[in-house]
């Protein structure tokens, strides 16, 4: 069975800087390999993971780190502003995602797991699961039109897996190498000490050990949002 990504916008709404490329950028690669467009809208602006080496208007290098990794991806970014460990599910957060999600006319959006660890990658999916019902709904007005229906919603694996339940795999070994490349832009994390785990033994051994449990060398793990007009058929 392979999944074909022709046509499709996709869009994954994640909380933080580098954390499409931990869980999602090898599909993402794949969608536009098969010919989808793809997009990255980051809710946070990253301010708040130092270093032990602080890192004057770290939000600034983030953003340049991101912008870099998202280009090697070819994908569209999208930046929000809102401070690490401040993310919440209100309306103001629902409506400029909206926006966005009527502005990349999004058909596909990866969420994180509203279980995954981080207060933000909890308040992130809340914010997604809201906004990719509003964005079709002509009562929640934004500058762009609504669009024709709801975009289908998947939820992302958890960093490190835990307590999430996988629905499907999708075999990224051939785009292993660039979530590689992708993860080196993020240098600010990649230099932070104990408070964080490794990052790149992170994202690799999880895209091994979810390789293995779907026999592929490397997958990364999704699951269908349970949400009425968030499903389809493929």
Do not use: N
């Amino acid at each position: 069975m392979k999944l074909d990504f022709s046509d499709e916008r996709i869009l994954a709404v994640v909380a933080h800087p580098d954390d499409a490329e931990i869980l999602c950028a090898g599909t993402l690669a794949r969608a536009l390999g098969d010919g989808a467009s793809i997009g990255i809208a980051v809710l946070c602006r990253g301010d708040r993971g130092q270093p032990e080496d602080p890192i004057p208007e770290l939000s600034d290098v983030r953003r340049e780190e991101m912008t870099v990794a998202s280009k090697l991806l070819g994908a569209q970014v999208f930046f929000g502003d809102v401070s690490d460990g401040t993310l919440i599910d209100d309306v103001a957060a629902r409506l400029e995602l909206t926006e966005v999600l009527r502005k990349f006319e999004s058909t596909l959006v990866l969420a994180h797991d509203p279980a995954d660890y981080h207060p933000d990658h909890q308040a992130a999916s809340k914010i997604a699961q809201a906004a990719s019902w509003y964005c079709a709904s002509r009562g929640h007005e934004t500058p762009s039109p609504p669009t024709p229906g709801p975009p289908v919603l998947w939820f992302m694996d958890t960093v490190e897996m835990l307590g999430f339940d996988p629905g499907f795999y999708v075999d990224v070994t051939a785009q292993m190498d660039l979530k590689v490349a992708m993860l080196r832009c993020h240098e600010s994390q990649l230099a932070r000490g104990e408070d964080l785990p490794p990052l790149a033994q992170t994202m690799e051994l999880q895209a091994k050990a979810r390789g293995m449990q779907a026999d592929v060398d490397y997958a990364e793990a999704f699951r269908i949002a349970p949400m009425m007009k968030r499903i389809r058929a493929w």
